[in-house]
């Protein structure tokens, strides 16, 4: 990390992302940069990133998928509200 004041200098490629932060691929990165999920810079023709860029990502791949939300089942006949019910807590 830096301070405040200071500007980093230092970028690497996805493949040295990669490599340092265990995700997935370059194209996964590729894809969340292109979203906006995580942070980057676009420079010349490829991606790269901080030291603290990938300090961000490893904070972003930390976080587990939000558990599924159980649906509505109002309006739902008995038998498609047991079925859900089944799906939902096993």
């Not at 676009?42 to 159980?70: C, H, I, Q, Y």
Request: glycine share 6%; proline share 6%; charged share 25%.
């Amino acid at each position: 990390m830096t301070a405040p004041d200071q500007v980093e200098v230092a970028t690497f490629p996805l493949s040295h992302v990669v490599q340092t932060t265990g995700a997935a691929s370059e194209d996964w990165l590729i894809r969340r940069l292109r979203k906006k999920q995580i942070r980057g810079r676009w420079t010349g023709r490829e991606w790269r990133m901080t030291a603290s860029d990938m300090a961000a990502l490893v904070e972003f791949m930390a976080n587990g998928p939000a558990a599924p939300a159980v649906p509505d089942v109002t309006g739902l006949t008995a038998a498609s509200r047991r079925r859900l019910e089944r799906r939902y807590t096993r």
